[in-house]
Structures are given as structure tokens and as C-alpha cells.
């Protein structure tokens, strides 16, 4: 990928971090990275295109940053994944891109929708393979791992939405 698609990439996830797929346009994105609207359009000829692109770069980087479910003792695995969502409200005052995209999922073109969808799947398997590690049967793994990226999520709109980063600690510490 060329220095101007990441840069373009970059750009985008920041502004729909903060609020969502219709909050970022071509030419807000040229105009930050000092290129023309046109020079997006060539390496993202719509906005289905570039929302694709991002939700699966951020999928890759996220799985990429959680390792193998297997990598370490369960529980240990658990801590970072809580810990991953964490950091990003925390360090970044950034929500979860695909939280961000499910949220509006109804009116995302089909193919952003597609790799939300993929963003959820895909971390769904990775903490059911997590819980069954741990010894949980597959249905209890389902449950389990439903329940923490629905507490995750939740816990992000919550400590934002009171303007309070701490909420979030109060909301997860019991996860793990």
C-alpha cells in the first residue's frame, strides 16, 4: 500500500472513530493531508471502497494486536483484550471503528456492513477459542464471548457519552 492510501486511511479512521461513517468526507480527507480530492478518489474510487478498506485494516491490526487466542494463559488473554479496547478510549479518546460502523450498520453500504460484520465474527472466534482454553463448553465460549464485546462496547459509549474515561474501568473491572 502506498504512503498516500495510509495516509488516507489514517485520516478517515480518526474522523469515524469520532463519529461514524458519514463524518468523514474526500474532501476533508484531501484537505488534512494536503492532497486533492481526486488523488483519494484514485486509490479509493468510492466511499464503500475506502469503508471497506478501513474496517478491514482494523480488523487485521486488532487480531494482529491480540496474538493467538493460544499465546498465553487465558486469563492473561482476556486482561488484553479489555485492555486493547481500554487504551484506545483512554489514550486516544477513540472509539472501536466497527463498534462505530455496527452502530449505523442499517444505513452502511453493503460492503462496510460485510466486513463490520467480519470485524464481530472474527473476534467472536478468537475469544471463544480464548473460553474454550479456559475449559467452557462451545455454548457457554458463545455466551461468554457475546457478553464481553457487548460489555466492552457499551462501556466505551458510556464512559464518552458522560464525558468520564473512568467509567470504563468501573464498567469492566470484573470481566477478567
Avoid at 18 to 25: A, V
Avoid at 61 to 86: H, I, K, T, W
Avoid at 104 to 109: F, K, S, T
Avoid at 122 to 134: F, K, S
Wanted: with cysteine; net charge negative.
Amino acid at each position: 500500500m502506498s504512503e498516500t492510501a495510509t495516509l488516507i486511511l489514517d485520516s478517515a479512521e480518526r474522523t469515524a472513530r469520532q463519529g461514524g461513517f458519514n463524518s468523514f468526507s474526500f474532501r476533508d480527507i484531501a484537505a488534512e493531508i494536503g492532497i486533492k480530492s481526486a488523488s483519494v478518489h484514485y486509490h479509493f474510487p468510492t466511499k464503500e471502497a475506502l469503508g471497506e478498506a478501513l474496517a478491514e485494516r482494523y480488523t487485521e491490526r486488532f487480531l494482529a494486536a491480540l496474538g493467538e487466542p493460544e499465546a498465553q494463559a487465558p486469563q492473561d488473554m482476556l486482561r488484553r483484550y479489555v485492555a486493547l479496547y481500554g487504551s484506545a478510549l483512554k489514550e486516544d479518546g477513540l472509539m472501536c471503528l466497527c463498534g462505530m460502523f455496527g452502530a449505523e450498520i442499517a444505513h452502511l453500504p453493503d460492503g462496510v456492513a460485510r466486513k463490520t460484520r467480519a470485524f464481530f465474527e472474527r473476534n467472536m472466534a478468537w475469544l471463544q477459542a480464548v473460553y474454550a482454553a479456559d475449559g467452557l463448553a462451545e455454548g457457554a465460549a458463545f455466551q461468554r464471548a457475546a457478553h464481553m464485546i457487548a460489555t466492552l462496547e457499551g462501556a466505551m459509549i458510556l464512559a464518552r457519552s458522560m464525558g468520564e474515561d473512568r467509567l470504563f474501568d468501573t464498567v469492566t473491572y470484573d470481566l477478567v
